[in-house]
């Protein structure tokens, strides 16, 4: 079974500075995807990047990008120039069409951006 | 385009009672997802359906059932709410095919059980 690790349940950055979110997971599928989801104080959950596995360039969105590293299994996400609407809780996620069609989170980590 | 929409938004139920949370998506899509949200405990999976007429346990599947009725609607029931199933229920829908599509979701539905 897929599982997706986040191991900072908080963090806090400056405003205009670059925060580093981390997420590991752990699965056997060779083909998969991963996704960043950010969900601001309204609850809504809101796509900010993804990655596919087969795929060695990371994906970059604007001020998002993400430091994939396959073997090592590890998603992180890097915020630049972080602005006070960045202030939301961030969840990993993992998909693998191989065999079951789960979309799996990770626990969360709650972002603080201090103007 | 109203994308996926979930009702109610808002509900208070007691202890024993039953209930069944609704959703529908627009976007023709054939997976469908049913997770709820816990502080510090992420989205956890409870049911999902990988297409029209199948429908598979998740990680918390216990106390609760679904039903896939078209490609557009896939529902939640609970038959005898407790205060542990006191929660953020939200649906989501993907496409399967061609993988990995990014997941839409409905705006919760904020579930108290007295």
């Known amino acids: 079974a897929q599982t997706v690790t986040q191991s900072q349940p908080e963090m806090s950055v400056q405003e205009a500075e670059t925060v580093t979110l981390s997420c590991t997971y752990d699965t056997s599928e060779n083909n998969y995807y991963l996704f960043w989801y950010k969900q601001p104080p309204s609850r809504q959950m809101i796509l900010v990047i993804r990655?596919?596995?087969?795929?060695?360039q990371n994906a970059t969105e604007n001020r998002f990008s993400v430091n994939f590293q396959k073997a090592a299994k590890s998603f992180s996400l890097k915020i630049s120039d972080s602005q006070l609407g960045d202030t939301a809780m961030y969840f990993c996620?993992?998909?693998?069409?191989?065999?079951?069609?789960?979309?799996?989170f990770g626990k969360g980590t709650l972002l603080t951006v201090n103007p | 385009n109203a994308g996926v929409t979930q009702t109610p938004k808002f509900q208070v139920l007691k202890t024993g009672q039953s209930m069944t949370l609704q959703c529908a998506q627009d976007?023709?899509?054939?997976?469908m997802y049913w997770y709820r949200q816990d502080p510090g405990m992420g989205l956890r999976l409870i049911y999902y359906?990988?297409?029209?007429?199948?429908?598979d346990k998740g990680e918390v599947p216990n106390g609760y059932n679904v039903s896939r009725l078209n490609k557009r609607e896939f529902s939640l029931r609970l038959e005898s709410a407790a205060p542990s199933q006191t929660s953020v229920y939200f649906c989501a829908s993907s496409e399967v095919y061609g993988g990995g599509t990014e997941a839409f979701f409905g705006q919760g539905t904020r579930l108290t059980v007295v």
């Open positions: 990655q596919e596995a087969y795929k060695q």
């Open positions: 976007m023709n899509h054939n997976s």
């Open positions: 996620a993992f998909y693998s069409g191989g065999s079951n069609y789960k979309l799996t």
């Open positions: 359906s990988a297409s029209e007429g199948t429908t």
